[in-house]
Nanobody, 126 residues
Framework: QVQLVESGGGLVQAGGSLRLSCAAS????????MGWFRQAPGKERQFVAG????????RYADSVQGRFTISRDNAKNTMYLQMNSLKPEDTAVYSC???????????????????WGQGTQVTVSS
């Protein structure tokens, strides 16, 4: 069983930056695909970015491409989301998730991900 804990959220002005962390415990993530999702009030959960732990291939939503960077630290069993040039529409609860299916593709569908963190609030003021 994998436990995921996010941190790094907060309040930032438009144009600013934040770095989210997702620390995993319970097992190593060498065979997992990891993802970041976000959910704004009244909206569906939305894929933000994902990374295959083995090999490091990544995938981004069009809305964050070029502004957000996903990465992982094998030694710390931790995933990161560096968010730059933040916009008010980036405001949401951000959650990390783990997909243990050994898929070669980074999925953008929440149902594929089995393990979830509790989420961290990101608020971008205009």
């Amino acid at each position: 069983q994998v436990q995921l804990v996010e941190s790094g959220g907060g309040l930032v002005q438009a144009g600013g930056s934040l770095r989210l962390s997702c620390a995993a415990s319970g097992r190593t993530l060498s065979s997992y695909t990891m993802g970041w999702f976000r959910q704004a009030p009244g909206k569906e959960r939305q894929f933000v970015a994902g990374i295959r732990w083995s090999g490091g291939s990544t995938r981004y939503a069009d809305s964050v491409q070029g502004r957000f960077t996903i990465s992982r630290d094998n030694a710390k069993n931790t995933m990161y989301l560096q968010m730059n040039s933040l916009k008010p529409e980036d405001t949401a609860v951000y959650s990390c998730a783990a997909d243990p299916s050994l898929s070669r593709v980074v999925a953008d569908t929440p149902a594929v991900y089995r393990h979830w963190g509790q989420g961290t609030q990101v608020t971008v003021s205009s």
